[in-house]
Every structure is written in structure tokens, then in C-alpha cells.
């Protein structure tokens, strides 16, 4: 079976088997492979967004593509007003530049409290996770078990390289951030991310003036590298 056949069947199994179940999309290139599969298949999966409030305009446009292209109203979750306001006068707008600590509040401000609210009441969250993304990222698995939210999680794209994504996207014209053809291959927020070179990880352009940095917000897996659902065992 090849990888896209057996990507539709996970997510149609997951769309059968664990309602209600949804899609947590970065607005990467392989939550778009994972939009279009939902999409043209119609499935009854939601799609939701964390806007942290610092995204590129860019990422933000996709948004708006997809509900226009598949039909599909995408749920929006922003950070609460009142925790940014007292982390932006304590600390300063920018303040998680200054060291790793102000830099987990902040992403725990603007995405890991957003996403326990988008799970709350799911079954079953999708993600677009993939093995040769980092090496802290190399054991995940198709299916897990999520502790930490209570629910099942999937990752249907946990074998697929970054070439396999990209011949997706062009076969079937998925639209995907124009920033990906300005040397992104990892997006997230507009002052924590920026293009990488020739022979640095996909990964390398996420909190690059961390240096021993595990690259991560703390959604999957802790600041230093550690698995979140094995971190809470």
C-alpha cells in the first residue's frame, strides 16, 4: 500500500472510529497534505488553528483558501487577552529572545493553553508530525495514546519524507505558504522563525538563537526533546 493510501485509510478509520476528532494545523505543508485528504474525502474531521497573534500574514491567508477551496469553516483559537497583556508588560513584547524560561511562558501563553481548550471534548487530535523532521521527532508513531489530553493521536504522516509531502502538494495543487519558496521549511511564529541553508535541519530555523534548543513550543514534546505524554507518566 503506498504512503498516501494508507494516510486516507488512518483518517478515514480515525473519522469512523473516534468522533469527535479533529486536525491541529500549523498551516504547514503537511497539515495541508492532511487538509486536502480530509477535504476530498469529505470526512467529518474539524480543522482548527492556534493564531498565536505573532503569524505571518502569509500563514494566516491560507486560512481563508482553505475554507473556499474545501468548504470547510475552520475553528480559530487565540491566546487569552488578559495572560499576553500581563506577560507583554512584565516581560516585554519580544522578552522570549532574552532567555529559554521567557520563551516557554510565552509559548505556553500563545499555544500549549489555546490547545488544551481546541482538545477539550475530542477523541482523537490528527497532527502532521513526521519521523525525519528532528531526531526528536525520529520514534513518532501512527497511532499513540495522549495522557496528557486524554485522547487518541494521530500522526498519519509519521513515515512520509519532506520530498513525499512536497510531490503531494504539487500533484494535486494544494495551496501551501509562499514563504516555503523563500528558504522556510518550518513556519511558525513571524520573530521565531526564519529560512534555513543548504544542510541544516528542517528544524533549524525555529529558535535558532537557542543553541542547544530542541526546537519545540512544548505542544508535542517538551523544550528538551522529551515526549509530553512521557514526561506527565
Given at each position: 500500500m503506498s504512503r498516501e493510501n494508507q494516510a486516507r485509510d488512518l483518517l478515514a478509520r480515525v473519522a469512523r472510529?473516534?468522533?469527535?476528532?479533529?486536525?491541529?494545523?500549523?498551516?504547514?505543508i503537511e497539515d495541508m497534505v492532511l487538509t486536502d485528504l480530509i477535504?476530498?474525502?469529505?470526512?467529518?474531521?474539524?480543522?482548527?488553528?492556534?493564531?498565536?497573534?505573532?503569524?505571518?500574514?502569509?500563514?494566516?491567508?491560507?486560512?481563508?483558501?482553505?475554507e473556499q477551496r474545501y468548504g470547510?469553516?475552520?475553528?480559530?483559537?487565540?491566546?487569552?487577552?488578559q495572560a499576553v497583556s500581563e506577560y507583554v508588560v512584565r516581560f516585554g513584547r519580544d522578552a522570549f529572545y532574552e532567555s529559554v524560561d521567557l520563551r516557554k511562558q510565552c509559548c505556553g501563553i500563545r499555544k500549549v493553553e489555546p490547545l488544551k481548550r481546541a482538545l477539550a471534548g475530542k477523541r482523537a487530535w490528527i497532527?502532521?508530525?513526521?519521523?525525519?523532521?528532528?531526531?526528536?521527532?525520529?520514534?513518532?508513531?501512527?497511532?499513540?495514546?495522549?495522557?496528557v489530553h486524554g485522547l487518541m493521536k494521530l500522526n498519519p504522516l509519521a513515515d512520509w519524507s519532506e520530498a513525499d509531502v512536497w510531490t503531494y502538494i504539487h500533484r494535486y495543487e494544494v495551496p501551501y505558504n509562499p514563504l516555503y519558496d523563500q528558504g522556510y521549511r518550518s513556519i511558525g511564529c513571524?520573530?521565531?522563525?526564519?529560512?534555513?541553508?543548504v544542510g541544516e535541519d528542517t528544524r533549524a530555523g525555529?529558535?535558532?538563537?537557542?543553541?542547544?534548543?530542541?526546537s519545540e513550543c512544548g505542544i508535542h514534546f517538551s523544550p528538551e526533546g522529551k515526549i509530553i505524554r512521557e514526561k506527565a507518566a
Open positions: 472510529e473516534h468522533q469527535p476528532a479533529t486536525l491541529a494545523s500549523s498551516l504547514s477535504g476530498s474525502q469529505r470526512l467529518p474531521v474539524e480543522i482548527f488553528v492556534l493564531d498565536t497573534g505573532r503569524l505571518h500574514g502569509d500563514t494566516l491567508d491560507l486560512v481563508g483558501r482553505i470547510i469553516a475552520v475553528r480559530i483559537y487565540q491566546p487569552q487577552p497532527t502532521g508530525l513526521r519521523r525525519d523532521q528532528s531526531t526528536f521527532r525520529a520514534d513518532v508513531a501512527f497511532e499513540e495514546s495522549d495522557d513571524a520573530p521565531c522563525t526564519r529560512p534555513v541553508v525555529r529558535w535558532w538563537w537557542e543553541v542547544s534548543s530542541a
